[in-house]
Structures are given as structure tokens and as C-alpha cells.
């Protein structure tokens, strides 16, 4: 047994004062979790203490909170390695963020969380009409939408989005990735509307900063932007053209790399408004957006920021190179089908000669993997250790 | 040390002062650049967005052309150039079958890529892990005394933290604060400093990409700090090519000068502002200008410096 000292952020609405910390010294072997602390606390020290929790085993998502300032499951998160994580060695618990507080460290999921999972239509629309037997889905499209069905609504990942602590209107990663969950099921009959409307909404799909917090946060493994990024494929698939300039952005970005070999921000962004092509700067939007950003590009011209060249005409890759980059372009584009590498579901190889069972982390294995992160693999080293 | 280096093409687009400042450093640092000038753009995770196999395929040819120089080590200068192309390097890395797949479409052109053989890292990683701090810290010849730098690192190259190899025994999301008391400054702690300056939304959300960036800015500046530094160009271009913007949809002056990292090391090497591009800076640098004891006048005015 060692003691460990924890801070948690304290509030009471009904009392009418601010919040404030307070602090409690708790004594429990380091490998028992965070919340186990809190309940010591609350049991022998202060009973007033608010805290949501349940199973204790990282399963019913009720205990999610801040601890030295990111988001977890206190039941989740061992009192050693939070002890080591804490500036001043006290663990500093507080409640999720971008959600109203109740009490302590008890928030509102109602007003947030749960809105906004009712926005995307969580349930599945039938197809008409409906089959008179089950429907016979094929194995690939399920075990496609595992990883957004790992989903144990804890709210986590809508406490950590940084998109979302600036726009509060944002749809957010869970609702997003419970509407992958049946974009990508071969029985819904609307996948099309579903996103369609994500992808016209300036709150939707195309409001996600990609800033990876999510995949941090969960701890399912669910990897929330990732399932957004497939919203956005698939949106692509389907020729969806927003408002938001999301798919007008994304095939300018990738016709300009495969023109010049390198990134020519200056035709990106007019294009980005106007459309994917070398007239796109002339259409009115990109008008309209040059002439917001004037005082920028006049500064930075003054500044020899941008190389008037550059900024003209781009810059190239060597000839030969291009032909080299191009080439790559033709030959993936013109597969059949696009060959997506889900390490979710396929996992790491054993060893270099072992790629032949590779699949072997199917679905099954995903769902009774130990949860450390990213379920169903077995991570290897970092390709940058 | 020699390494393979993959300049990104914001460095030697919007932000040139990156790639410039970047040169300068370069040879105090006994560093030497072999510049894979046929490399191209690492898609900054919106290629992958469109299709995971094209870039991949782009990013494993990189990787190649990489391996092609000699040298075990690749070193990148932008955040996001470190996190899609970890990101492409850990699928090429799980899967021999898929990693033979994708070498196949670079046969044609004598490439290939091999599993450990590269071993990409941004300049910040490389100065902390390989050349270190105490060798630089000997280098150091105006130390940073008295000025209060924020530290600003972009996601790409702090999340996902597996991916990306950051543990406690490498604190890759401390390297900027490490590297800022190194070279003598004072770290400024801010609620932004791991947080997204908004940029990859910059044209779907205008309004929130800069409230983003504003916060940020505006934590800094509440925080005390004379500038900000980053190792992301990205971060750059909505941090201080935007600033004036930034100012009106957060509604507040700002004003706050952001370096490049190379720019900061090489202030602290003895290097004058001119020379390291701050006069192109959209936000003026004067805070940092005026502590460099260079004649203030000077920025803004003075164009000499050429690349």
C-alpha cells in the first residue's frame, strides 16, 4: 500500500459558491485505478463527493473525467502512472470538458452527448420492403463498422474534441462515428441522405480539425476521426459536393499534388471555393474569400512572405520526378476497388515472415482483446522509435 | 551528421523563411542536408483522406528515395510532414503483404522501400535524441536570456502518442520546453501549447480555424509570452500569416510573433534575425528583435536577405 494524494475539482450549483479544489490522501496499492481513489475518499473522508460510475471495468463508460488534464475512464487509469503524469505529483481529477457540470465531477451527457448521438439517426433505416427473413449482410462490410461499434459511450472522445470546445454547434466525433457505424452498413437504405446532410451541415463532417484528440482519449479503441475520415471517403464515393467546400477542398488538394508533385497552397485555396480546376479561382466564391483575406495576402506579399513566383506559379517536382509521382497516381486510381489497410481489424504482423495471417485479429478477437487503446492489435514498436 | 532531409513543401512555399533559416542552421550544427529534391508532398493526411493506398504508395516512394542516399536517418522540418508519414510508415511496417503490394507500383521506377531501414524524424526529436541538448547548449552563443517562449507543437507530431513512440522514456510532447531552457529561455505555460491551431479547417469553418488560432494566441500573450515557436508550418501560417485575421473573429489585439524552430536555435547560435527570414514574418518580431539587441529598425525594412 502507498499513499496518493488527489485533487478534484469541486462544484455544487445548489450552494451558489464557485468551484474550488480540494484535495485527499488516499492509500491503495498503485496499480488500483483512479477511481477506486475517488471512492476511498468519498467513503472515508467526504461522502458529499459526486461521482458516475459503475462496473469499474472499463465497460459501462459511466466514469469518464479529466485526470491532469485529459480525458479518461477514472476506473481505466492506474494511481501509479497518474501519480507520474501529475506536475506536482497530486492527481488532479476533474469533470469532462465541453459538457455542462451537475455536480463535482458528475456532467451533463443528456444536454450534450446524447443530443448530439440523436442528430445522426442512430438506428438503422429499413429497406423496402422489408425482407420477409433476416437480411444476409457479407462478412468484409460487418467487420468493416467493428471498430465504430466498439463504441461504449462514455463520452470521452466529445470531452477531448478541439473542434468542439470552439464550436459547440459541432456534430463531434461520437455522434460522427455512430453514423459511420451505418454509412458503412450494407442494410441501411440511406446511406446517400445520411451524408449528404453530414456533409452539408457547417457543423458536420467537414468541422473536424484532425487534430487526433479523440483517437487519444477513447478507450475503446474506436479511433472516432478515423471513422470521420471515412465518412468523408465514402462521401467522395458519392460525389457529394457540400457547401462547406470539404470535397471541393480535398480533390483540388489531390489533383494539384498529382500536377506539380508538391502542395501549391496558392491555387489551393481559391480552388477550395470555386471549384477543382484552374478556373476555379474566377468563380464568385473564391472572389469573395480573396477579397476577406486581402489584408493577409498584401502583408504577406509586402513581406516577401510569398514568393510572387511561387505564388503564380507553383512549384514542380524535377520532370522525370513527376512522371514518377503521376505514375503512382494512374496506377492506385485505377484499381478497382480501393485497398484500405485497417489496423483495428488486421493487426500486426507476428514477425516479417508472418504476413500470411495477418487477418487472423477478426472481429471476435477485436471484442475480447485486452482494451489497451487499440483493441484486437498487438502494437509493435513505433516506426519512429 | 548526415541525414536525409525532406524539406515539406509549405518551407519552400508559403513559408520560405522555414526552409532558408533551416540552411543557416544547418552547418552550425555540423549538420549535412542531402535534400531529396524528388520527393513529393506527403499529402498531410487529406490524400489519405481520399484514398489510404495512394498515399501510402507516395510516402513509401519517399521513403525510398530515402534509402536510396545512404543514410539511416531522414530528418523532416513540419509537424505534419512527421505525423502522415508515421502514419503511412506504421501501415507499411504491419503488413508485409501490403508493404509488397505498394513496392510493386514503385518497381517500375527502381524504388523500394524496406522495413527499418528509414527512420524519420523531425528536427526537434533529432536535436534532443541524437545531436543533444548538452552538445547544444555548448553551441549556444547568445543564450535566450529573458525571453519568455511559448512552445506550440501541432498535433501531427504530439497524437496519437503509440504511433508516434512518446512515452516516459521519450517525452517527445516536452522536446520544445526542453530545447527552450537548453538555448536559455524562459518556457511559458499555456492552455494552448497541445492544442490544434485550426488550420486544417481553415476553408470549411473560417470563423471557428481562427477563433482556434485566437485562443491560442490570446492564452500566450495572457501567459506573458514574447513569442511563440513551432515546428510545424502550418501551425505557422494560421498562427502568424493569419494573425490579422485571428484579431478579428477573436475579437481581440494580439500581436504575438511565432518563430519557426530552426529560427529560434539559430538566434540562440548567434544568428541575426535578418539573416533567419524574421522580417518576412507577417506579425512583426519586434519583441524578439529588440532582445536579439539588432537594430530594430532594421525588420520590416531591410529585404537583403535572399533565397
Not at chain 1, 502507498?2 to 475539482?9: D, G, I, V, W
Not at chain 1, 475518499?41 to 466514469?63: L, N
Not at chain 2, 513529393?40 to 519517399?62: F, K, M, P, W, Y
Amino acid at each position: 500500500m502507498s499513499e496518493f494524494k488527489l485533487r478534484l475539482r469541486r462544484y455544487d450549483p445548489e450552494s451558489g459558491s464557485a468551484p474550488y479544489w480540494a484535495e485527499y490522501s488516499v492509500d491503495l496499492e498503485g496499480h488500483r485505478s483512479v477511481l477506486e481513489g475517488i471512492l476511498q475518499a468519498k467513503g472515508e473522508t467526504d461522502g458529499s463527493i459526486g461521482i458516475r460510475c459503475s462496473c469499474r471495468a472499463a465497460i459501462c463508460g459511466s466514469c469518464g473525467v479529466l485526470i491532469n488534464g485529459k480525458t479518461a475512464l477514472a476506473c481505466h487509469t492506474h494511481l501509479d502512472k497518474a501519480a507520474r503524469h501529475a506536475k506536482d505529483g497530486v492527481i488532479e481529477v476533474e469533470p469532462m470538458s465541453n459538457m455542462p457540470v451537475i455536480k463535482d465531477l458528475i456532467v451533463d451527457m443528456d444536454a450534450v452527448h446524447w443530443k448530439k448521438q440523436q442528430r445522426v439517426t442512430p438506428w438503422l433505416i429499413n429497406k423496402e420492403p422489408i425482407p420477409e427473413r433476416e437480411y444476409i449482410a457479407p462478412h468484409e462490410s460487418m467487420v468493416d463498422i467493428t471498430q465504430s461499434m466498439a463504441c461504449i459511450q462514455c463520452g470521452a472522445c466529445v470531452s477531448s474534441c478541439l473542434s468542439m470546445e470552439i464550436d459547440p454547434l459541432f456534430v463531434g466525433p461520437a455522434a460522427l462515428a455512430k453514423a459511420y457505424r451505418f454509412v458503412g452498413d450494407p442494410r441501411d437504405a440511406q446511406q446517400y441522405e445520411r451524408l449528404k446532410d453530414l456533409a452539408e451541415d457547417p457543423h458536420g463532417m467537414y468541422d473536424c480539425t484532425h487534430c487526433f484528440n479523440c483517437i487519444e482519449a477513447c478507450p475503446k479503441g474506436v479511433a472516432p476521426m478515423n471513422q470521420i475520415m471515412r465518412l468523408r471517403r465514402v462521401a467522395g464515393d458519392h460525389e457529394i459536393v457540400d457547401r462547406n467546400n470539404g470535397h471541393r477542398h480535398e480533390s483540388a488538394f489531390v489533383t494539384l499534388v498529382k500536377d506539380y508533385g508538391l502542395l501549391h497552397e496558392a491555387e489551393l485555396l481559391p480552388r477550395s471555393y470555386g471549384g477543382d480546376s484552374w478556373f476555379g479561382k474566377f468563380h464568385p466564391n473564391a472572389g469573395k474569400e480573396l477579397l476577406d483575406s486581402l489584408p493577409v495576402v498584401v502583408k504577406g506579399l509586402m513581406r516577401r512572405k510569398m514568393n510572387p513566383k511561387i505564388a503564380l506559379f507553383g512549384h514542380k517536382l524535377p520532370k522525370d520526378a513527376l512522371g514518377e509521382v503521376q505514375r503512382i497516381f494512374d496506377t492506385v486510381e485505377s484499381r478497382p476497388a480501393r485497398d484500405e489497410l485497417n489496423l483495428y481489424i488486421k493487426g500486426y504482423d507476428e514477425d516479417d515472415s508472418g504476413a500470411q495471417d495477418s487477418g487472423a485479429g477478426g472481429p471476435e478477437h477485436a471484442n475480447n482483446a485486452p482494451d489497451q487503446g487499440q483493441p484486437g492489435q498487438e502494437p509493435e514498436e513505433s516506426p519512429v522509435r | 551528421m548526415k541525414v536525409a532531409y525532406w524539406p515539406g513543401c509549405v518551407s519552400r512555399g508559403f513559408t520560405p523563411e522555414l526552409h532558408g533559416s533551416m540552411a543557416k542552421v544547418a552547418p552550425l550544427l555540423d549538420m549535412e542536408l542531402v535534400e531529396l529534391d524528388r520527393a513529393s508532398c506527403c499529402g498531410a493526411g487529406v490524400i489519405a483522406e481520399h484514398s489510404q493506398e495512394l498515399a501510402d504508395t507516395l510516402n513509401a516512394r519517399t521513403f525510398a528515395l530515402a534509402q536510396q542516399t545512404g543514410q539511416p536517418m531522414m530528418m523532416n522540418i513540419c509537424s505534419t510532414c512527421q505525423g502522415s508519414q508515421t502514419e503511412c510508415q506504421e501501415r507499411l511496417d504491419a503488413n508485409a503483404e501490403y508493404r509488397e503490394r505498394i513496392n510493386a507500383t514503385l518497381e517500375p521506377d527502381g524504388l523500394r522501400y524496406d522495413k527499418g531501414e528509414v527512420l524519420n524524424k523531425n528536427l526537434l526529436w533529432l536535436l534532443v535524441e541524437d545531436f543533444g541538448l548538452d552538445e547544444l547548449r555548448n553551441r549556444v552563443k547568445r543564450p535566450l536570456k529573458d525571453l519568455k517562449v511559448g512552445p506550440f507543437y501541432g498535433c501531427y507530431i504530439i497524437r496519437p502518442t503509440d504511433r508516434l513512440g512518446i512515452d516516459e522514456e521519450k517525452p517527445r510532447d516536452r522536446y520544445l520546453h526542453m530545447l527552450i531552457e537548453a538555448l536559455g529561455g524562459t518556457v511559458i505555460e499555456y492552455a494552448g501549447q497541445h492544442k490544434c491551431c485550426g488550420f486544417p479547417i481553415i476553408t470549411m469553418n473560417k470563423e471557428a480555424s481562427l477563433k482556434q488560432a485566437a485562443r491560442h494566441l490570446g492564452d500566450a500573450l495572457d501567459a506573458a509570452a514574447d513569442c511563440l515557436v513551432t515546428p510545424c508550418p502550418l501551425c505557422h501560417l494560421n498562427l502568424d500569416l493569419q494573425q490579422p485575421l485571428a484579431e478579428r473573429y477573436g475579437g481581440r489585439d494580439l500581436g504575438l510573433p511565432v518563430l519557426h524552430l530552426p529560427q529560434l536555435v539559430g538566434l540562440a547560435l548567434g544568428l541575426d534575425a535578418d539573416d533567419l527570414g524574421l522580417a518576412r514574418h507577417v506579425v512583426k518580431p519586434t519583441t524578439v528583435v529588440d532582445w536579439s539587441q539588432s537594430v530594430v529598425a532594421g525588420v520590416g525594412g531591410s529585404q537583403s536577405a535572399g533565397w
